[in-house]
T-cell receptor, first 115, second 115 residues
Framework: AQSVTQLGSHVSVSEGALVLLRCNYS??????LFWYVQYPNQGLQLLLKYTSAATLVKGINGFEAEFKKSETSFHLTKPSAHMSDAAEYFC?????????????FGTGTSLTVIP | SAVISQKPSRDICQRGTSLTIQCQVD?????MFWYRQQPGQSLTLIAT?????????ESGFVIDKFPISRPNLTFSTLTVSNMSPEDSSIYLC????????????FGPGTRLTVL
């Protein structure tokens, strides 16, 4: 079975501080992994994705994530938080099955940036 | 990537009525998905809609309550029937671009409030 766990439903950081949002997954087959961001009253925007190439993936807005198979993790980081980063972040795993590609989403982490 | 639009962006409806949500994509895609995001929660897949076949519903969702149309490769509708306040959610459509990484791209969502 596939699942995604996001540790910490709410994370607060000061502006300029490191952002670390945690995501662990379980998958019986090699997964594709994604981070999406949802700004208030908007849909989901793809931040970055891991597709079995480089384990360190760089995305938009200065975010990056590292795939660690041994830890079954795909944590999202950004060296310096900006006020505009305040949003909801979702980690997702995609597994191809007989019926097509199935996405499994984590419960989300709300990021607050303190000025 | 794909550009996805949804109509309406939001609506307030009375109990017992139905609302049809439209999803338009700027390119032809095989698979389209409909998700529900209840207040403060993550995304739950309602159904997968492939052109030319019946939609496939996830556990807990039925066609009578959420009929879906997929008349061509760029368009789909989701109807929320006989609405109750528990149906108040954001409804999002997404598309699978396939071709290897199978990334899902999301529309902006339809925010539904049922009184």
């Amino acid at each position: 079975a596939q699942s995604v766990t996001q540790l910490g439903s709410h994370v607060s950081v000061s502006e300029g501080a490191l952002v670390l949002l945690r995501c662990n997954y379980s998958s019986s087959v090699p997964p594709y992994l994604f981070w999406y961001v949802q700004y208030p009253n908007q849909g989901l925007q793809l931040l970055l994705k891991y597709t079995s190439a480089a384990t360190l993936v760089k995305g938009i807005n200065g975010f990056e994530a590292e795939f660690k198979k041994s830890e079954t993790s795909f944590h999202l980081t950004k060296p310096s938080a900006h006020m505009s980063d305040a949003a909801e972040y979702f980690c997702a795993v995609s597994v191809r099955g007989s019926g097509g590609n199935q996405f499994y989403f984590g419960t989300g982490t709300s990021l607050t940036v303190i000025p | 990537s794909a550009v996805i639009s949804q109509k309406p962006s939001r609506d307030i409806c009375q109990r017992g009525t139905s609302l049809t949500i439209q999803c338009q994509v700027d390119s032809q895609v095989t698979m389209m998905f409909w998700y529900r995001q209840q207040p403060g929660q993550s995304l739950t897949l309602i159904a997968t809609a492939n052109q030319g076949s019946e939609a496939t519903y996830e556990s807990g969702f039925v066609i009578d309550k959420f009929p879906i149309s997929r008349p061509n490769l760029t368009f789909s509708t989701l109807t929320v029937s006989n609405m109750s306040p528990e149906d108040s959610s954001i409804y999002l459509c997404s598309v699978d671009t396939a071709g290897g990484t199978d990334t899902q791209y999301f529309g902006p969502g339809t925010r539904l409030t049922v009184l």
